[in-house]
């Protein structure tokens, strides 16, 4: 069986996994950019790493490497409009959206699961991405809330206990 790129794009859609908005301040502008990134993880535990790819040609990526830090917003699963937002237009990502300003300065959206504030340690070439490695500094947390998880193309809805 010969390998395409949308075969290669269906098989990695079965595999489910929480929806998260990466965020940044651009330090040329001064205002807020951020992105819908289901290609995050975990990556060490001392220290305290993780990790999220974005396309070469994103909009957010220039933004986030001039920043050297950025927030990692996991999603619950009552924001799914948020992830639709940010996957959605430039332009209409923060219209009209309500945020705070973490300790360092990167944005943090309302309602989020956790909120993860990093130091950006490294970029790492992969392919038509590039991987952003961060240390986190800051945890924020959501009592009750249950994640966001995406897979096969859409949302996936789990009865409550």
Aim: a negative charge.
């Amino acid at each position: 069986m010969s390998l395409d790129s949308r075969s290669f794009r269906k098989a990695l859609g079965s595999f489910a996994s929480g929806v998260t908005v990466i965020t940044a301040i651009d330090p040329e502008t001064d205002s807020p950019v951020g992105v819908t990134v289901s290609a995050f993880s975990s990556l060490s535990l001392d220290p305290p790493l993780v990790l999220f790819c974005l396309g070469r040609t994103g909009s957010c990526v220039s933004a986030i490497e001039a920043a050297g830090r950025f927030a990692v917003n996991i999603l619950a699963d009552d924001q799914r409009d948020i992830s639709a937002r940010f996957a959605g237009p430039v332009d209409a990502r923060w219209r009209d959206l309500a945020w705070e300003s973490l300790s360092d300065g990167s944005p943090a959206l309302p309602g989020a699961l956790t909120v993860l504030e990093c130091v950006l340690t490294r970029t790492i070439e992969g392919g038509d991405h590039l991987i952003f490695i961060g240390e986190v500094q800051t945890i924020l947390s959501r009592d009750g809330a249950r994640p966001l998880i995406y897979q096969g193309g859409g949302y996936l809805d789990f009865p409550l206990p």
